[in-house]
């Protein structure tokens, strides 16, 4: 994790990726002490060094106080072409080892024009979603695999059986809603 951003402008910092070739996703998130200003957000830049040496930047994607953070994929973009950017005339240092992430605080009406480079992006499901999904079908492989038939279970008047139709059932009705409303659960 690194919270101590290099500022090269009023509005732009950056962060060093030392060995990005071996980095295949970036998450970027807001410590939650400091929030962007009213009606600002932060458009996320990936850079690293072409063969010659050169900064590639590209545009990953955004964060915001209302999504305070983001997984982006960087690992086939090592390769791609560069967009257009506002670290342009900064000549920030580049070594071929070193990758950056830059950080530029812009209007929010802005980054929503903005056109990310096509593959930067994870999943378009969130993390809670996919969390659960994974969720339940941990606990119901985990559940299934104490399942006994009825001729071998053994009387044990301290133990509550649960039959494996009552655990499917819930399972399936839960993954239902889920995907119907991923937050059904707060209401």
């Known amino acids: 994790v690194q919270a101590a951003p290099q500022q090269v402008a009023e509005d732009k910092f950056v962060f060093d990726l030392p060995d990005y070739e071996n980095i295949n996703h970036v998450v970027v998130f807001m410590l939650g002490t400091i929030p962007f200003p009213d009606g600002m957000g932060g458009s996320v830049y990936f850079c690293y060094p072409d063969q010659s040496g ?56 802005n980054l929503a024009q903005q056109t990310p480079v096509a593959n930067a992006a994870v999943s378009s499901v969130d993390s809670f979603t996919e969390f659960t999904q994974k969720m339940l079908d941990n606990f119901y492989n985990f559940a299934s695999s104490f399942a006994v038939t009825q001729a071998q279970m053994t009387p044990n008047p301290s133990e509550a059986f649960i039959p494996a139709n009552v655990v499917l059932k819930w399972y399936e009705n839960f993954q239902r809603r889920l995907t119907q409303n991923p937050l059904f659960w707060k209401t």
């Not at 590639?56 to 960087?74: D, H, M, R, Y």
């Not at 690992?75 to 506002?86: C, E, T, V």
């Open 54 to 109: 050169m900064a590639v930047w590209q545009l990953l994607g955004f964060v915001t106080n209302e999504k305070p953070s983001a997984i982006f994929k960087i690992s086939g973009l090592k390769s791609g072409k560069g967009s257009q950017h506002p670290f342009g005339a900064m000549n920030l240092p580049q070594t071929p080892t070193v990758a950056q992430i830059g950080i530029s605080v812009e209007l929010l009406e």
